[in-house]
C-alpha cells in the first residue's frame, strides 16, 4: 500500500509538471501575439467575463480569439493545478495516515 501510494504521488507530480509545460507553451504562444500588438488586461479580466467584454474586447475587437484563447488556457490551467494539488494533498494525507 505504502509503494503505491508514493507511486501515485510520484505521478500526480509528474503530471502536474506536464500540465505546467504543456500550458506554459500554449498561453506563451498567444501571450507573445498580444504583447506585440500591446494588448493590456488585468486578472480580473481573466475571471470576470462581464468586466472583459465591457473593457477589454470592446478596445481590441481584433484580437477577440487571441484574447479569449488566452484566458481560456489561462482558466485550465488554473483548475487543472488546482485539482492535481488537492490530489496529491489527499494521498499525501492518507500516506501520513498508514505509514
Known amino acids: 500500500m505504502y509503494i503505491l501510494l508514493i507511486s501515485i504521488i510520484i505521478g500526480l507530480f509528474i503530471a502536474m ?3 505546467n509545460l504543456y500550458f ?3 498561453v506563451l504562444k498567444v ?3 498580444l504583447v506585440r500588438n500591446k494588448v493590456q488586461f488585468g486578472a480580473a479580466h481573466i ?3 462581464q468586466k472583459l467584454e465591457a473593457e477589454v474586447l470592446t478596445q481590441y475587437p481584433q484580437f477577440k480569439n487571441e484574447i479569449e484563447t ?3 488556457h489561462m482558466r485550465y490551467s488554473i ?3 488546482s485539482v492535481l494539488i488537492g490530489l496529491i494533498t489527499a494521498f499525501g ?3 501520513m495516515y498508514f505509514r
Do not use: E, P
Open 17 to 19: 509538471l506536464f500540465v
Open 24 to 26: 506554459r507553451a500554449k
Open 31 to 33: 501571450y507573445g501575439v
Open 47 to 49: 475571471f470576470n467575463r
Open 70 to 72: 488566452f484566458i481560456r
Open 79 to 81: 483548475q487543472m493545478a
Open 93 to 95: 494525507a492518507v500516506l
